[in-house]
């Protein structure tokens, strides 16, 4: 019988096969092995513990639509093989006109399994495990296993990237894997695979192009010429054509929305000017807030200003000269998504500070304990101490598990809502009605909607800086366009407005895509 | 070839795989508490703003009357710009201030207005039209006859912050190519010298709003053969 079988020619393999697939094996295997098999464990807690943090998140109403509703609409709309749009940022507007990150087109086949916004809350996670294991392959032959896996652990559960975590989902989150590979390839010079990771990486954001041309620098200084000069072109020339001409195609009015630096000038070429003829000046700028002192402090403090010492820093520096040369104070922040890119960069120039100190001076070769385990102090006493900026903490004290009326009457709202319409709803609602409805923020689907909610319990309707309303402005403006209040409960109004032709809009706001799921909705 | 597709991978791992996907899915799916619950809203019927004020022995109804939510203001005058009197009170309201009466008496306002105002913020919350009687009009034809429209581009929010908001817009009949209104913001003028560069991109039957200092179309919206805005009850669009 075993011959027959062998005698069929689709069942003959050849050598090289068999090679690929005893690679592919070995490659499956390694992380379960004696070598990784601690870390793998490790990545496995930080999968469910964030997966857990992702879902509480949502199920207590504290994700929003801003960004995970905008994520989920682009993912869902690559899913079923069309333009990446998102309602939350306008009717037709195609989030390429608002950042560049094809990238998050590789999730579209998560939401063939599972058609929902808490799937990217799963894939961050995943992300964020993947990031483990460069840290520890990079620390193990500087520190040793123990002290490499409790740099690693800390690493994983250090404020940015718990900050990130607790911003719902952002395309930054595959950065962060990204960085670290890049990193570890430098490290042991595989540059082709550095090659192929910067290419990669210049599709997470447009401003990856900077990152990628301080990679070349530190390419620079390994001497790798041709390699660190084709890097430079390469993500110079990404970050101006897709912030000169990519982004302005998609955005409706045309240009590179967050181009924010008054204090530098107008364009790239007169803040570089100033840059260079206001060195101090612009130094002055990096610590002229107490947030962005209180920033640097928590950055560097923690790792004990060891990255200073580290060539590694490079890559965090475009990062956080743009983020605090910027007017938007929010990126001067310790919050949201922006500083989970920084962790893996910091951390792992930190050990390799740590590794050529312990060299030099070859007394202090017990700082491979006691450097990894202050490190780690520093994160467990964060998430017993300071909730703000390590929101772990609600997960320990098991307040992440409490409910509350509101989020009873948030989630019986939301279900009164048919699917396949078109809707308005608070930011906090929004993520909950993006995989059954066409849903955008109160007041931007004026002439479409029939459903809004409005949750006068928020400071705000939501949207941020785009422009949102109090929860009474909102209420007057929907009821000025002929929405009636249908049901209150807890400080929650549900408004309807009957469905009427002749309102423009394309199949009573369905998308093709939901429609095609749900029917028009009429 | 994918060492997964290749045909040394036996099928029994294929469908392996395939039922713990599948499973994956199921328990994914599973974890979804929404069991909806859809509202009855048949019986619904449409209404313009202005069906939802009442008006009864010299006495306007309106949400004012109904349990306030957090935020709503509650101490409240209605001033009619016809007469340039306070015509009722909700609450117990300030006395209007030199402030008040200035953006009560702002020329923006028609001459057939009833503004309600929040004395205390200084702040418009309502305004709604009426009639010769002083009954509320659903003046959504009189709109562009006697007038533009008003929207974010040329109010004042409730907080009276205006950062961000144009200075000077121009309100263009994408049909006609003519200036239908406009409004400056610091001299609360509404003549403005504008000369219209018709774009073959605008949208048709609609009004475009141009930031004259840019001259771009910061909004648009679609109107009737009437000049009535599509989708709106016109109460939210009263013409100055």
């Known amino acids: 019988m075993a011959l027959d079988i062998a005698a069929q020619p689709d069942r003959v393999t050849t050598g090289a096969e068999t090679r690929q697939r005893q690679r ?17 464990a490790l990545t496995v807690v930080v999968v469910a513990v964030y997966s857990t943090v992702s879902s509480l998140r949502f199920n207590r109403f504290e994700s ?19 333009a990446p749009y998102s309602e939350i940022k306008g009717l037709e507007y195609n989030i390429f006109g608002d950042h560049f990150h094809p990238i998050i087109a590789s999730l579209a ?4 399994i599972w058609n929902d916004p808490r799937m990217l809350g799963i894939a961050m996670a995943l992300l964020m495990a993947v990031s483990v294991y460069p840290v520890y392959l990079f620390a193990r032959p500087r520190l040793g296993h123990w002290p490499a896996f409790v740099v690693a652990a800390g690493y994983i559960f250090w404020w940015p990237i718990q900050g990130l975590v607790d911003f719902d989902f952002h395309e930054i989150a595959f950065g962060v894997p990204l960085l670290s590979w890049i990193i570890l390839a430098v490290d042991r010079r595989r540059y082709a695979a550095v090659t192929v990771l910067s290419v990669i990486l210049l599709g997470v954001r447009e401003d990856m192009g900077f990152v990628v041309m301080a990679i070349a620098l530190v390419l620079l200084l390994r001497r790798r010429w041709k390699l660190a000069l084709g890097l430079f072109l390469l993500g110079l020339g990404t970050y101006l054509v897709v912030t000169g001409k990519v982004i302005p195609h998609y955005n409706v009015s045309g240009s590179f929305g967050y181009w924010v630096y008054s204090g530098l000038g107008p364009t790239m070429g007169a ?47 475009p990062i956080l000269l743009s983020r605090l040369l910027s007017d938007r104070p929010g990126t001067w922040s310790t919050g949201f998504q922006y500083n989970a890119i920084l962790a893996p960069v910091l951390v792992m120039a930190a050990v390799d500070v740590l590794f050529k100190v312990m060299k030099r001076f070859p007394r202090l070769r017990c700082a491979r304990f006691w450097g990894p385990g202050l490190f780690v102090a520093t994160v467990v006493a964060g998430i017993a101490l300071v909730p703000s900026i390590f929101p772990l903490n609600k997960l320990v004290t098991g307040e992440a598990f409490t409910s509350t009326a509101h989020m009873g009457a948030q989630q019986r709202i939301v279900n009164m809502i048919p699917s396949g319409v078109c809707v308005e709803a608070d930011d906090r609602l929004v993520p909950h009605l993006t995989n059954r409805t066409v849903v955008g923020l109160v007041g931007r689907q004026v002439d479409y909607a029939s459903w809004a909610v409005i949750d006068f319990d928020q ?51 369905s998308s093709p895509y939901l429609a095609s799921l749900y029917g028009s909705g009429k | 070839m994918i060492p997964i ?150 109010s004042t929010p409730a907080d009276g912050h205006t950062a961000g908001l144009p200075v000077e817009t121009v309100q ?69």
């Open chain 1, 271 to 317: 803040a570089i000017i100033f840059i260079v003829s206001h060195p101090l000046k612009t130094l002055a700028i990096l610590f002229d807030h107490d947030a962005k002192q209180v920033l640097w402090a928590s950055l560097f403090l923690p790792v004990g200003l060891l990255p200073l010492g580290s060539v590694y820093v490079l890559l965090a520096a």
């Open chain 1, 64 to 82: 929003a639509g801003y960004d995970l509703g905008i994520f989920d609409q682009v993912v869902r709309q690559y899913s079923a093989f069309m």
């Open chain 1, 459 to 509: 400071d705000n309707t939501g949207g941020g800086g785009d422009g949102n309303y109090t929860p009474f402005n909102g209420l007057r403006y929907k009821q000025d366009h002929g929405f009636q209040e249908v049901y209150r409960q807890d400080n929650i109004v549900l408004l309807y407005r009957p469905y009427q032709s002749g309102q423009g809009a394309p199949a009573h706001c």
């Open chain 2, 5 to 154: 597709l290749s045909p040394a991978v036996p099928r029994h791992q294929i469908l392996r795989i395939a039922a713990a996907t599948s499973l994956l899915a199921a328990t994914l799916s599973g974890c979804a508490n929404e069991a909806l619950a859809p509202l009855d809203v048949s019986r619904v019927e449409s209404k313009t703003p202005a069906d939802s004020i009442s008006y009864a022995a010299g006495v306007y109804g309106g949400w004012w009357d109904k349990a306030p939510l957090p935020g709503q203001p509650a101490n409240l005058v209605l001033y009619s710009t016809k007469t340039g009197r306070v015509v009722q009170t909700v609450g117990s309201p300030d006395p209007l201030s030199a402030k008040n009466m200035e953006s009560l008496k702002s020329p923006k306002w028609a001459e057939n207005l009833i503004i309600v105002m929040d004395p205390s913020a200084n702040s418009v919350v309502d305004a709604f039209a009426i009639d010769a009687n002083g009954n509320p009009a659903n003046r959504s034809t009189r709109a562009v006859k006697t007038g533009g429209y008003d929207g974010w581009w040329n």
């Open chain 1, 109 to 112: 086949s998560l939401y063939w």
């Open chain 1, 24 to 40: 592919l094996v070995s490659a499956v295997r390694k992380p379960f092995g004696p070598e990784l098999r601690w870390v793998t």
């Open chain 2, 172 to 240: 263009v009949n994408t049909d006609t190519s003519q200036v239908v209104d406009a409004y400056n913001r610091t001299t609360k003028i509404t003549r403005v010298s504008y000369t219209v560069v018709p774009d073959p991109a605008w949208p048709k039957h609609s009004i475009v709003i141009i930031d004259t200092s840019t001259g771009k179309v910061i909004a648009n919206f679609k109107i009737n053969a009437d000049g009535s805005p599509m989708g709106s009850g016109g109460r939210g669009d009263v013409a100055r």
